[in-house]
T-cell receptor
Framework: DSGVTQTPKHLITATGQRVTLRCSPR?????VYWYQQSLDQGLQFLIQYYNGEERAKGNILERFSAQQFPDLHSELNLSSLELGDSALYFC????????????FGSGTRLTVV | SQQGEEDPQALSIQEGENATMNCSYK?????LQWYRQNSGRGLVHLIL?????REKHSGRLRVTLDTSKKSSSLLITASRAADTASYFC????????FGTGTRLQVFP
């Protein structure tokens, strides 16, 4: 157990639907990062939050949004889902920035049918 | 977009042999990190080397960094079947950007 908890582990949904992925960071970590991993695109950075504030955005589609709550857990919302959104979605946390490495959760495998 | 690219894309060796993976990156960095990912699982942080360091060791892992060539290498000595995984380098200006990964297969 890495200390980063992601739920659900698996999600199967239909095109056009909306889903919410949840992440609880490791205790004491203020930064949360979301990544998408697909076979053809590799590991893509989506978005970062630090202590409730958005810090950086990567290749995140407009159909996707995220937030970090006062208790530091984070949610990634994916809407109007397309087949191409099928991927592993990882959450990672760190104390602050990149100086000490990230701790990753075990991921949510999203399948859009 | 990928900041780093690992080479080779795939590597197969026998137990006991050494495995060397290389990473090239594009922009200036604060540090470079290596991660391991077992199939379909989360990434595990292995080692971090700062931009002012040239070499670092951790157990059977040895990492080198050449900032003039924008490259790094990860050496795993005396490989074991349990080392079978994908290995990624990640570079850090401000957030981690991951490379494409090297798939390592260690045969018993």
């Amino acid at each position: 157990d890495s200390g980063v908890t992601q739920t659900p582990k698996h999600l199967i949904t239909a095109t056009g639907q909306r889903v919410t992925l949840r992440c609880s960071p490791r205790s004491g970590d203020l930064s949360v990062y979301w990544y998408q991993q697909s076979l053809d695109q590799g590991l893509q950075f989506l978005i970062q939050y630090y202590n409730g504030e958005e810090r950086a955005k990567g290749n995140i589609l407009e159909r996707f949004s995220a937030q970090q709550f006062p208790d530091l857990h984070s949610e990634l919302n994916l809407s109007s889902l397309e087949l191409g959104d099928s991927a592993l979605y990882f959450c990672a946390s760190s104390v602050a920035g990149t100086d000490y490495g990230y701790t990753f959760g075990s991921g949510t495998r999203l399948t859009v049918v | 977009s990928q900041q780093g690219e690992e080479d080779p894309q795939a590597l197969s060796i026998q137990e006991g042999e050494n495995a060397t993976m290389n990473c090239s990156y594009k922009t200036s960095i604060n540090n470079l990190q290596w991660y391991r990912q077992n199939s379909g699982r989360g990434l595990v942080h292995l080692i971090l080397i700062r931009s002012n360091e040239r070499e670092k060791h951790s157990g059977r892992l040895r990492v080198t960094l050449d900032t003039s060539k924008k490259s790094s290498s990860l050496l795993i000595t005396a490989s074991r079947a349990a080392d079978t995984a994908s290995y990624f380098c990640a570079t850090a200006p401000d957030k981690l950007i991951f490379g494409t990964g090297t798939r390592l297969q260690v045969f018993p």
